[in-house]
């Protein structure tokens, strides 16, 4: 049992080695001068996902292209890219996908065992048009059918609910629909694009790039547990965004329903467009990307005890950065902040995850995070509205095994550690409860540039 805990200590604090030499990596690129950017780099289409990028004609800047990340947020211009991709009758073509075979463990008194699949799956069409270009996406997942219950075990995670009661130790599952959306994209001056985005489903300018598009989670099945205080937006039902940008910022604003979606997963639960966000984004270097967001979402959230839905003010910020793109070695870190503020409280979120990347082959992956939950975030209705601030730290490796017609099959594993203050060590029955998981991971292999 000794050798057990001590291989899963050095995991941990491998991943916490990471993290930290993560923070020193964020503060020296953000003291390293912005490179000269060319010109036409204004000029070119700044479209699709890392990860999400269309084929690239002859003379396109395609690592302009894969700055776009989920709905219109932006990735370091230095992203990698993971997709298939194609032309057919003036139309590019691409799709993208990242699926997930996995076993979940997680210990002490609320922890579970689950077998499933985490996964989802994305194709875009786009064209010239007029004097823009026009992009058309469509994405889904299967996790409605491939994770059952409500949710898979994930410690301290918490949001939405399930039978009538607050989601709590948990992960939701996504929704069948994520995203059906178009964009618009044409120049308003020289050096200076407007864009115009919006769907029945897609993502409102607030937050950073949602985790499952960032390159530094792609190796993690996980979701984080911030994820409803940073980008648990990326799936509104109805959404209208509009914006102008150079190719160093971006500003934009948009109108879409804040409300979160019900348990029932394979339908639209549209609303009113009566949640409103803004956000700026800022490029220093082809490496960094830099965001904050403010949003006011209205009826966001479920009451407790079937008393009327909560609105939320939302604040984030977030710095991303991607090195090593093209050499044998990719670094991408994630640092974001996030803030929600409704009916008499107030709580924070502090997310750090990195991934590290050698020849393709073998992947090091983190993430820790720090968030503050209220007793009925957690499901302890003793505590009510008092909020506590707990933590988990991830760290995993994943080792591609096969790539062959275009796809990476990898093996991998992770171990976590769930933290919590004395006050609820009762109620998880340790203040430290480990997990692990182990999974099969599929994508499409890099496009290299």
Not at 160 to 170: A, F, K, L, S
């Amino acid at each position: 049992m000794s050798v057990r805990m001590n291989r899963g200590a050095a995991c941990i604090l491998g991943a916490a080695a990471l993290i930290g030499a993560s923070c020193a990596r964020v503060w020296a690129q953000a003291q390293e001068p912005a490179p000269h950017q060319h010109e036409h780099q204004a000029t070119v289409p700044q479209d699709e996902h890392a990860g999400h990028a269309p084929a690239v004609h002859e003379g396109h800047d395609m690592a302009a292209m894969a700055r776009e990340g989920s709905g219109t947020g932006w990735l370091p211009e230095a992203s990698p890219i993971y997709a298939f991709h194609g032309s057919r009758a003036g139309w590019q073509l691409m799709g993208h996908f990242n699926v997930f075979a996995q076993f979940l463990h997680e210990s002490g008194d609320r922890g579970a065992d689950q077998g499933g699949s985490i996964n989802w799956f994305m194709g875009m069409a786009q064209r010239p048009l007029w004097r823009g270009r026009l992009a058309l996406r469509g994405m889904t997942s299967l996790e409605p059918f491939t994770i059952a219950g409500c949710g898979y075990p994930d410690l301290l995670a918490s949001g939405e609910q399930c039978d009538g009661e607050p989601i709590h130790d948990r992960q939701h599952p996504h929704d069948l629909f994520m995203e059906l959306s178009a964009r618009y994209d044409a120049p308003l001056t020289r050096g200076l694009r407007w864009q115009l985005f919006g769907g029945p489903a897609g993502e409102p300018a607030l937050g950073p790039v949602a985790f499952p598009h960032r390159v530094s989670a792609m190796p993690n099945p996980i979701a984080p547990l911030a994820h409803h205080w940073l980008d648990a937006t990326h799936v509104a039902f109805g959404v209208v965004t509009g914006g102008v940008y150079s190719p160093r910022w971006k500003a934009e604003a948009s109108v879409f329903n804040g409300r979160e979606p019900d348990e029932h997963r394979t339908g639209f639960d549209f609303g009113a467009l009566d949640s409103v966000s803004g956000r700026l984004s800022y490029a220093p270097r082809s490496a960094v990307v830099l965001q904050v967001s403010v949003g006011r979402l209205t009826e966001a959230e479920a009451g407790e005890q079937g008393g009327p839905r909560v609105d939320v003010t939302r604040t984030t910020a977030s710095a991303i950065i991607h090195t090593g793109v093209r050499d044998a070695r990719l670094w991408a870190t994630t640092v974001a902040w996030g803030r929600n503020d409704e009916s008499g409280h107030a709580s924070n979120a502090f997310l750090l995850e990195s991934a590290l990347t050698f020849r393709e082959r073998d992947t090091w992956f983190g993430r820790f995070e720090a968030t503050g939950k209220t007793g009925h975030d957690l499901d302890v209705p003793l505590l009510g509205d008092e909020t506590f601030t707990v933590a988990k730290l991830q760290g995993g490796y994943t080792r591609a095994v096969a790539s062959r017609w275009g796809l990476v099959a990898g093996l991998g594993g992770a171990l976590s550690a769930g933290i919590v203050p004395q006050s609820l060590s009762g109620a998880y029955g340790s203040r430290v409860n480990p997990g692990v998981a182990f999974f099969v991971t599929v994508h499409p292999a890099r496009v290299m540039m």
